[in-house]
DNA sequence: AGGTAACCGAGACGGTACGTCGTGTCTTTAT
DNA sequence: ATAAAGACACGACGTACCGTCTCGGTTACCT
């Protein structure tokens, strides 16, 4: 949640006196991480985090100032930052897999973490930044750079507002992750990858990637004009 | 936010006795609307309403059990059930004019709202059933029927998986809605549904819609194959 | 603690709204008291009157501000506003009643109540003000007026710095009372009453009085100049 | 506070390691005087002291274990261990200047830290045990021996109860500082000497001391049975 | 015209959680 | 060994809001 900056002098700081008792911060983390889990974030208050962790909650507002802070933290302090996927092949093919993993992930136990944070996100600005910051970022800029590579390759046209492909792609996966109308799995994550690249990639990288015609169902082999 | 059984016997039960104010039950709505406004949800507790609206919080409770079935109701009754939009011409078009009218009505004061109810419908089951239900579902109901009335007419080819046509179109608008990472407004909606007809819609339709290719932002007289 | 205008002004308010709770009010009395008596003024917190009550500790708040006013009005609410001492007789004897009669009640349990009020009342100088109002005061009032009568009756001279003998009365029990080097029993009230009354009662209120001399011992028979 | 024991066992065990740090003793008596003079025994708190003084709490902690133990001491080292007053004259001259020299030390700032001390004293049995033991039996002991003195001289009967005697010279004096319910000066500390040796004292003694008659005002040239 | 039943305002009540403060202990580096 | 810094567990503080409750009073329908 805090500037990079502002940890650097921390750590300088933080030689003299008792220093901080890191397996506390593990068992906070692990705390909040359970009562979300078992018992929702109404449940997660500070006082229970404090009371499971076995700390005070002096502690506990030592180093976070917001509950949510605490569960981007658990987050993504389990979720290394990077959402694995498969990097080989082309950048279209690791873009797929990191939308397939990117769904996974939203249903996982931490999904329901980021959740949360999301909802805290919309009441609180500060909140807010830090997810943008520190989640949905990195995640668009992975997306974006994939993208790039698929540009130069002459996969994608170069005139593609990349953002707006962006927003296609994540979208309606977040759509269904925070409102819940329909069911969110992997196999969605690939049905919308494949209608965004039906319009956006040309027609030889639709081909390896065995995108199929939204319509049809068929394999791109598929000749529009015919 | 009750079924409308509920609301039936309600209306039975209240021939006796004196009748609910109508009066304090508009003050309680402009109350939470001006609150939320103003200072946030946060701010916007119950106490403060009733304050606010110069009823006791009993009037309150009486009338809605959460804070977000206010909220929703205050939505609802200012914001038309529907949402208005040209009907006039073909169902792609009227689609699309649906599509810029709802991301105008996500940036309004009552959009404002809508967050604050959907991010109380993530931590709260009951909120979030009741938004799908009285906000989401007819939007989605709306849409759906313009599509399957040109799938009727032939511009969308009757295999086309219509819920992932919905998510695609919703999706990123709500997703900038919700985590605001990139300015959401009627031009982005536009953008969005053109890029979800390019791929979807026959050629024909997207002459008639003048959807650009997203890659060229040529207008779609686009020969695909030279 | 209050003042007397605003009980009456709060009695005439208060018809609006649901009243206070008397049962309340007694219970969270009566558990400061036990709390006092059995583990001290540091074991007395709100927290524990509160629970100890089975009141919340809002309702504590709302009708004493400081922890010392509740001990306060356990005190006097229990001790009647006046102790009690015989009247008959001249307004000596009566004095000497009431001294002996003091002495008991700064023995008493409830004295360890006036105990814990001086010392917060040293602490802040709200309590002082409110236990010198309602304790102190009355106290010293009703013996003035005793040696008023006296000096009325001629048993006093009128120049006599009633004051000063006031002081010289209540000084030393509550000297002993606080300091707690001596112990403190009706027989040393009286024994200080005799050697206040040696210095400034007439030979012959002495002589009724029974007073012996400081000195001797002896009953005032005694005569100074022989 | 400690016994001399644990005087004499730490000088000896001090002879290894890095000593005890005098500046930080003083600084932290000064801190705690400071804090008690401005701001008050309830902003004298054991963090307050070692931040003002520079030390950490640790230090603090170990060299006293009440926080009235460093106001005892505070006071205590500044007030030279015995109230200075004129041993030149009589006994029970030397006396009437010790009254008034202890009304003055009352009135000093010093008297503030006894106030505290006094209060604490009333809650804790360990600071009520050191204060007597430090302060309040040297300052009877000096005047009993004075008293007795007088009784030697044949300025006080011999069967006289000093110790009542010792209650009626201090208790109206504290009364006074503790409940503050009149002005304490060394004028009212005469006064209630007097009136005490009037009771006690003989004729001749009296005389000498030009002891006003309570009631009367005269000096005690005073013919009583006249 | 009264009865009656549900309404309304005010505000006290028992709870739960909040975030802060003070206490006394502990753990580090430095002297 | 002592010192400064400061983290730590503990527990009380006083406040905010929750949802419920009891008051005195107010409609407006229904005998």
Known sequence: VDDDTTAEQAAELR???????????????????????????RAMTICAIAERAGTSKVTVYRWWSHKAAIVLEAMLSEVSPRIPYRRSGSPLESLRDQMKSFARFLMSRNGRLLQSVVAEGVLDAEVGHAY??????????????????????????????LEVVLDALFGPLYYRFLIQHARLDPAFAEANFESVMYGVASEQARKRLGVRDPASGRRVVRKRKA
């Open 15 to 41: 030689s003299v006196g008792r220093p901080r008792s890191e397996a506390s911060r593990q068992r906070i983390l692990s705390a909040a991480r359970e009562l979300l889990e078992q018992r929702g974030l």
């Open 132 to 161: 943008r910051q520190h989640w949905v970022k990195p995640r668009r800029d992975d997306a974006r750079s994939l993208l790039m590579r698929a540009v130069e390759a002459g996969e994608i046209e170069a005139s593609v507002d």
